[in-house]
């Protein structure tokens, strides 16, 4: 790693977050020696890449910094010699989102990016594409740091680190960021004043925190939620309340994602609610993007616009970029990253990836042991933690057996005939981005499987009716 010239890149570069990107850059200018960015896409992201890259261009000149901002299609030639590489791509772009959530609607099932039948699929989609960028980071860039916020990005991470074989590798979510923003204000403190301790895995941990008298104020925080009606949540998850008395059980604090475990009936029916209005959140999202390359492509802006919070995902930027600068100036940093266990949860294996508190420096992260779970969360996350391994291998292997495997474990989707004619749909509708499946989906296709769901279709068709 140059400590005088830093390169770094960011596949997806085309993505609306890339201002937030660039801002965290801005701000830590005289932590990071930055002399290149180079912002990387797919051709059919090109449109995008050129109006963000040229505002991220404004953004830069604005600073008054000499930075060199790079916009290209050539994946390759942007990683080489790189330092720190981040990836914030979707595979299938917002289209592939919309099948994913609109598809299990269809069967009267939860339809969400990153949990149940649409979070299989994006993993099944975007792991044989993070794994060929890790090849490439092998022979062009082999000393470089990758920041992976890729969703889900847990299963990602875990791909990374056991197929890839590339341990130089932090998986960041913005739920941990979040809640360390919102909540220290519900008991009148301050962030520097607490100590947070998260565990689990990523959308599914959980977490407890002290004063800096060495006093626990979990339950503090559990009762000032209650009083506040303050969740802090994600754009994207529908605000229902936990039921208390189980909060007071397990004296922990669930992420928002636990909603679709704990309160599933709840949120199932505000999910099927939203598709039958033809109001999924993906749609929703899309016209937020809308709004925002619109936005963007005034030559007058060179700051991130406030709308940029109504995308969701805040603070995945700018947390990708402090870890970056922890690692570069070996801060030491705490933050809360997927990397390997190593003991940490002891209720997991040491080589499985978990989200957890950690140390961030030069060696990248020093996870915080926090000790076994209850039997209820511990029964959980062995749960979760091993359908993310069976997701991980279909997506390597292509195994029609393994995927269904992976829907059958998956504690939202009701296993049985139902479960397999909804994979088999979702297969088809995917095949474009699923090569590794391509001899199932013929065979599929044969049978007779096609889209029904008419937004999803109308995508296939390039019908443009969204």
């Not at 991470?157 to 341990?167: K, P, V």
């Not at 979702?426 to 981005?433: C, E, F, G, S, T």
Request: charged share 20%; net charge negative.
């Amino acid at each position: 790693m140059s400590h005088q010239a830093l390169k770094i890149v960011t596949i997806g570069g085309g993505s609306s977050y890339t201002p937030e990107l660039i801002e965290g850059y801005i701000k830590r200018q005289a932590q990071l020696a930055i002399k290149e960015i180079w912002l990387v896409d797919i051709p059919e992201g090109e449109q995008k890449l050129n109006v963000v890259g040229a505002m991220a261009k404004r953004m830069v000149k604005a600073a008054g910094l000499d930075w060199e901002v790079h916009l290209t299609l050539d994946r390759r030639a942007a990683l080489k010699d790189a330092d720190f590489v981040s990836t914030q791509f979707r595979v299938g772009l917002l289209e592939a989102r919309v099948k994913d959530e609109r598809i299990p609607g269809s069967y009267g099932l939860l339809g969400q990016e990153t949990n149940g039948a649409g979070g299989i699929f994006k993993a099944l989609r975007t792991i044989p594409v993070i794994l060929d960028i890790v090849k490439d980071m092998k022979e062009l860039c082999p000393n470089a740091w990758l920041i992976n916020f890729t969703n889900p990005s847990g299963i990602i991470t875990e791909a990374i680190q056991h197929y890839g074989q590339w341990n130089k590798v932090i998986g960041l979510c913005n739920v941990p960021v979040m809640a360390m923003i919102n909540e220290p204000a519900l008991i009148n403190k301050e962030l520097k004043d607490l100590t947070y301790k998260f565990a689990g895995i990523d959308h599914f941990h959980w977490h407890r925190v002290w004063d800096n008298t060495g006093k626990e104020v979990t339950m503090d925080i559990i009762n000032q939620i209650y009083a506040d009606k303050n969740n802090g949540l994600p754009k994207n998850i529908f605000d229902i309340s936990f039921f208390r008395e189980q909060l007071e059980q397990m004296k922990m604090i669930p992420c928002g994602y636990h909603r679709y475990y704990y309160r599933q009936t709840e949120m199932l029916e505000h999910s099927l609610e939203e598709f039958k209005n033809n109001a999924t959140r993906a749609q929703e999202v899309m016209r937020i993007e809308h709004e925002l390359f619109t936005l963007y492509q005034d030559p007058h802006l060179d700051y991130k616009p406030k709308q940029l919070a109504e995308r969701g995902g805040a603070h995945y930027s700018d947390a990708a970029c402090e870890a970056i600068a922890s690692i570069y100036a070996d801060k030491k940093t705490h933050m809360v990253v997927s990397t390997l266990n190593k003991g940490a949860i002891p209720d997991l294996p040491s080589d499985h990836t978990v989200e957890v508190s950690a140390q961030i420096g030069a060696t990248g992260a020093i996870p915080m042991t926090f000790g076994h779970f209850q039997p209820a969360e511990r029964g959980w996350i062995q749960l979760m933690k091993n359908m993310e391994l069976v997701i991980t291998q279909a997506a390597v292997t292509g195994d029609y057996g393994t995927a269904l495997q992976a829907f059958i474990i998956n504690p939202l989707i009701p296993s049985g005939r139902h479960a397999k004619n909804l994979l088999d749909e979702m297969l088809v509708a995917n095949k474009r981005y699923l090569p590794q499946f391509a001899e199932k989906i013929t065979e599929l296709e044969q049978q007779g499987v096609t889209v029904h769901d008419q937004v999803a279709a109308a995508i296939d068709n390039q019908i443009g009716v969204l």
